[in-house]
């Protein structure tokens, strides 16, 4: 039988997850199935629909498949598994517990290269387009430093294992127990540095667009173009 973590119990309403979860499921249902529909279902003669690169549209694909399983573990885990005892035992708590930690890394860092293709790709054959080192150096970074932050965020807490995280709901009047794996003190700033990564380098790629972007208004002659490039690059 799987141990009782050594936390306070958890004294918030069950139904957040119980009806809140389910509805940003349903709505990604959504997102998803227009993705599909516009993206990759359309017709290839429609002459009004931007082409977007194959590249990208598996990425954004993954994205929100990503973001999906995270809120599917997550209902499965706060609103289904404590009334389920199959789903209390070692091996499911394990399953249920660490996988959504790895999401996390996973969609930042395909994130940041979703983020580094559309650069990419909007100066590709130009003047301004993005050097090859620069692109794959960065490609490097995200890569490595996101898979060695995962790996050590596994390594510095080996000493926590999955648990069941006691909680007094106040609509149920009854305690219920849900799986959870507790992060130890020494995973804290592998998680601040995931974060510092993750910032670092939006900023890195809004700069980089930005100059390119100042760069192709200066060599402009119209001022209306001039205008349209600042607003670009405020937004």
């Known amino acids: 039988m799987i141990g009782l973590c050594d936390e306070e119990p958890l004294t918030s309403f069950y139904s957040e997850w119980c009806v809140g979860t389910p509805i940003v499921i349903i709505m990604q249902l959504l997102l998803l199935r227009h993705t599909l529909s516009h993206q990759w279902c359309k017709s290839k003669d429609d002459d009004t629909a931007v082409e977007i690169r194959t590249k990208s549209k598996v990425i954004c694909l993954m994205l929100q498949c990503l973001g999906l399983y995270k809120n599917i573990m997550e209902f499965l885990r706060f609103a289904i598994g404590p009334h389920f005892d199959v789903l209390l035992t070692p091996t499911s708590c394990t399953i249920t517990a660490y996988l959504p930690k790895i999401v996390p890394f996973l969609f930042g860092a395909l994130y940041v290269y979703f983020v580094l293709l559309r650069v990419e790709y909007s100066f590709r054959d130009s003047f301004l387009s993005v050097r090859k080192v620069t692109y794959y150096v960065f490609l490097s970074l995200i890569i490595v430093c996101n898979s060695t932050i995962a790996i050590l965020l596994f ?81």
Not at 161 to 175: F, G, I, K, V, Y
Not at 176 to 200: E, G, Y
Request: hydrophobic residues 45%; aromatic residues 12%; proline residues 5%.
């Open 155 to 235: 390594v510095f807490n080996e000493t926590q294992s999955a648990c069941l995280h006691l909680w007094d709901p106040p609509e149920l009047h009854r305690q219920i127990a849900f799986c959870a794996l507790p992060l130890s003190q020494r995973s804290t700033p592998i998680i601040v540095a995931a974060l510092f990564m993750l910032c670092a380098s939006s900023v890195f790629l809004c700069v980089l667009f930005t100059r390119k972007i100042y760069r192709l208004g200066r060599h402009s002659q119209s001022e209306r173009l001039k205008f349209t490039m600042k607003t670009l690059i405020f937004k």
